[in-house]
């Protein structure tokens, strides 16, 4: 499997973004996806993950502000960020979890300036 995000960019804070991520294959569906960002020099840390049967898990630090989503038909899962503070800036990264495996895209920037 191969991922692609993208989507990430400059915003100010209390505004949106929609990171993106395409996978390539036809067993997408069957897959959890999972969202996780990176701030340089720090651990990286769980966005949230949404299973192939739809459960969500978020982060306490985003609940209520950033919601995943997925389009099977697209090979796609979706990162939808409100309310974003600058504390949210960091290198975003997707993960498919699935057949014993764990595969990561090339990561998105996001920068939320104050």
């Known amino acids: 499997v191969q991922l692609q995000a993208s989507g990430g960019g400059l915003v100010q804070a209390g505004g949106s973004l929609r990171l993106s991520c395409a996978a390539s294959?036809?067993?997408?569906?069957?897959?959890?996806m999972g969202w996780y960002r990176q701030v340089s020099g720090k651990q990286g840390e769980l966005v949230g993950t949404?299973?192939?049967?739809?459960?969500?898990n978020y982060a306490d630090s985003v609940k209520g502000r950033f919601t995943i989503s997925r389009d099977n038909a697209k090979n796609t899962v979706y990162l939808q960020m409100n309310s974003l503070k600058p504390e949210d800036t960091a290198v975003y990264y997707c993960?498919?979890?699935?057949?014993?495996?764990?595969?990561w895209g090339q990561g998105t920037l996001v920068t939320v300036s104050s």
């Open positions: 993960n498919a979890a699935g057949w014993g495996r764990h595969y």
């Open positions: 294959g036809n067993t997408f569906s069957t897959y959890n």
């Open positions: 949404l299973s192939s049967g739809g459960s969500t």
